[in-house]
Structures are given as C-alpha cells and as structure tokens.
C-alpha cells in the first residue's frame, strides 16, 4: 500500500503564510489522485477543506487553498488566524482505494 | 442542515460485539453513499467501511474485513457499523460522513463521532 506523507509539525506566525505538503511513496501527487486536505481542532471531527486539488466547499476560508507543488499537494495558508491552529490531514486516491496521511501539527505562534 | 449523528459506542471486551449507527439528516439520505471513518487515541485518520447509496456496494479497509460489516437502511435514514471480534486496536473514535459522490469523491460533512473501547 502506498505510503502519504506529512510534515508532523509546523508553526506559522499571526498573519503569515505557510505551505503545508502532502507527498506519495509512489510517485508525483497529480490531479488524479484527488487530492483531500481536512483541518481537526481538539475534541473535535475532521472538516473537509479541500478536495480535488484545489475546490474549497462553502464552509472553507478563503486564506486557505490547495494546489500541486513540486510533485507534492500542498494546502496554503495565508493570513494565519490563532483560530486556524489545528491538526491538518492530507488524503489522496490511489485507484479508488484512500490513503491518509500522517497529519501536520499546525501551531500559529 | 446536513446532521449526521453516531451512537452505539462504549466499552466491550475483546472479542465481542458492538454496532454503531449512524442517524442522517438534513439532505436525501438514499442518494448519498455513507463512510466510517476512525482515529485512534493520538492518532491519525483511517477510514474503516463505505456502503453505496443503496446499500447494493459495500468495500472495508483490510484492517477490518471479515469482523466489520456496514450496512443502511433507507427507510430510517441511519446506516450501521456491526463490529464482531472486537481488537484493542479498533479502540478509536468512529465518525460517520456523507459521500458526495460514489467512487470519486471522498467526504463532505461529518458526524461528531462515537468512541469504542475495547479493553477487558
């Protein structure tokens, strides 16, 4: 099975930006991996940010948006908010079957 | 509004059962394929089961085919998680979430989520 990769932490300062990455043990990340990325605050459940690479739902703040970087799916922030400290989970398809990854610890410090 | 409510959790001995369910609403349940997804304590996201819009499709996660069934009924808007033979490991938070689309999209909305426990 394929393997998804995150970085575990990363910290952002009150109105910075920052990139957070999402990379496959198999190869480039592409658009046709459908590419996920769900923020999930303590005690609470996961929110869908984006999906398909770039497509925000209604709920998701502009300051955020998806992109492919590099080989890798990337979700940027910019203008971080204290309210956006948060862990960040990356999904992507492999022919149908989904693999998470490991989840960034994101800390706006 | 989209509401998705998960009950049915608590603490079971190993190798026992338990069934989670899951009540939907807010949008026309009989359209929508529905996932179980789970995190264990400090853990990252797995998913566990999903179920097609009329229950004729059914796929699980390795870690759990053979002891979990998923399963739905239309008619009362809830779908279920029958856990059998019940592994410490599957100790986690199990969330249920809508499917926006069968097969090509993952998840939108998501339930608050329902904690199992398995521990003697």
């Known amino acids: 099975q394929a393997v998804v990769t995150q970085e575990p932490s990363l910290t952002v300062s009150p109105g910075g930006t920052v990139t957070l990455t999402c990379d496959s043990s198999t190869g480039a990340v592409t658009s046709g991996h459908y590419p996920y990325w769900f923020q999930q605050k303590p005690g609470q459940a996961p929110k869908t940010l984006i999906y398909d690479t770039t497509n925000k739902h209604s709920w998701t703040p502009a300051r955020f948006s998806g992109s492919l970087l590099g080989g890798k799916a990337a979700l940027t922030l910019s203008g971080a908010q204290p309210e956006d400290e948060a862990d960040y989970y990356c999904?992507?398809?492999?022919?149908?079957?989904?693999?998470f990854g490991g989840g960034t610890k994101l800390t706006v410090l | 509004q989209v509401q998705l409510v998960e009950s049915g959790g608590g603490v079971v001995q190993p190798g026992r059962s338990l069934r989670l369910s899951c009540a939907a609403s807010?949008?026309?349940?009989?359209?929508?394929?529905m996932y179980w997804v789970r995190q264990a304590p400090g853990k990252g996201l797995e998913w566990v089961a999903v179920i097609s819009h009329d229950g004729s499709n059914k796929y699980y996660a390795d870690s759990v085919k053979g002891r979990f069934t998923i399963s739905r009924d239309n008619s009362k808007n809830t779908f279920y998680l029958q856990m059998n033979s019940l592994r410490a490991d599957d100790t986690a938070v199990y969330f249920c979430?809508?499917?926006?689309?069968?097969?090509?999209?993952?998840?939108?909305?998501w339930g608050q989520g329902t904690l199992v426990t398995v521990s003697s």
């Open positions: 807010g949008f026309i349940f009989s359209y929508y394929a």
């Open positions: 979430a809508r499917n926006p689309q069968w097969l090509v999209r993952f998840v939108d909305y």
């Open positions: 999904l992507l398809s492999y022919s149908g079957a989904w693999v």
